[in-house]
């Protein structure tokens, strides 16, 4: 949950508070993932019928609630799926809030709140006033378009961090180990634990050769290092891991739109690198940051896009051959603060199997 308790109600231009709450599909769905798009946020009433009867309403907007433009999410005081309207998907989808902490962060009555693509507050309207708020909605420009201008994400891409040659060595030494399936963090019940579920479609091999992980780290220290001072005004001083990924177009590799800090074990990561080793090997596989548009990064053979680890991003489809890349994630003296503080909440055990989020 967010801190908002004791703060006016939201404004325009104000971020939405940040919550876990569940839906139908996930116990502990964040909401801050589903940026990259318009989001109508539904603030509904206790009485079933007059919650029932917003539902319906939206069927107005049925064309625009497609998850790329917009998405409805409903906030529903009800203790029981069981006792809300169905999810439609695309576009609908309901959360469970029955002792109203979820309501009580956007500080208002039963009603509407129109988000933009970086959840920051567009409009927000009493449920009495819903032909409003859906005539609001239909009139929206374009997601690319949402600030009145094209956007570009606010991300360092830096070519001639690895020679193509040792590009070639790490793609060696990866088929020559041979990647394991790749899962997520996830925080549940109160340890932050791997997962292997839908959100993506990944081998990795972590570097163990002791030659290897000390060309890494030099080639980030002295190509790298600097210019991330320059851009972003910070010293990384930690890495983690030496890890060496493939998204293979057999097996559809992507990795959905997510933040890289956002369980106990990850909160100390500052920004994430990503180095591909293979650039004119495939197609797709390109770095997307949804709440800047659509436009898609892919860094030179050797070279990186670096971001900081809060931006919600994804790597889209390999729909050709294999993408191999260095994805390590830098700190500082800071963040290794918070990394001792949370390491013993860091599950080792194998990951768990989850169906698709």
């Known amino acids: ?19 876990f709450a569940p839906t139908r599909a996930n116990p502990a769905f964040h909401f801050n993932t589903v940026a990259g798009r318009y989001v109508l946020l539904g603030l509904m009433p206790r009485d079933t019928a007059a919650e029932a009867e ?15 433009h917009v998405c409805g999410m409903m ?22 809030d029955p002792d109203r902490k979820v309501a009580a962060l956007f500080g208002s009555e039963p009603g509407w709140w129109l988000l933009d693509p970086t959840l920051r507050v567009m409009a927000s309207l009493p449920l009495k006033e819903t032909q409003a708020m859906l005539r609001h909605v239909a009139s929206l420009p374009p997601v690319s378009m949402h600030a009145g201008a094209p956007l570009i994400a606010p991300v360092l891409v830096v070519p001639r961090v690895f020679e193509p040659e040792f590009c070639r060595k790490l793609i060696a030494y990866y088929d020559a180990q041979g990647g394991q399936r790749s899962g997520v963090m996830r925080d549940i019940g109160g340890r932050t634990v791997g997962v292997l579920d839908g959100m993506k479609s990944r081998r990795d091999v972590n570097v163990t050769d002791p030659e290897l992980k000390n060309a890494i780290l030099t080639g980030l220290d002295r190509n790298l290092g600097g210019m991330i001072r320059r851009a972003f005004h910070f010293n990384p001083t930690r890495l983690e891991r030496y890890l060496i990924a493939c998204y293979d177009a057999g097996e559809g590799g992507f990795f959905r739109p997510h933040r890289d800090n956002l369980s106990m074990a990850t909160a100390h990561r500052k920004f994430a690198v990503s180095i591909n080793l293979n650039a004119e090997e495939f197609e797709g596989g390109d770095l997307r940051f949804p709440e800047f548009g659509p436009r898609t990064y892919r860094p030179p053979t050797g070279g990186a896009v670096v971001f900081c680890c809060s931006l919600l991003h994804e ?24 990394r001792q503080r949370n390491i013993d909440k860091l599950d080792t055990g194998p990951a768990l199997r989850l169906d698709t989020r």
């Open 1 to 19: 949950m967010s801190d908002r308790w004791a703060l006016p109600p939201l404004s325009v231009g104000e971020f939405a508070p940040e919550f």
């Open 54 to 68: 917003a539902a319906a309403a939206l069927d107005q907007i049925r064309a625009q609630l497609n998850d790329r």
């Open 75 to 96: 906030i529903s005081p009800q203790g029981d799926f069981a006792d809300v309207p169905p999810d439609v998907v695309p576009g609908v989808r309901w959360f469970l």
């Open 315 to 338: 790597a889209t489809p390999v729909t050709r051959g294999r993408r191999y890349a260095v994805l390590p994630f830098l700190y500082d003296a800071a963040g290794e603060v918070i």
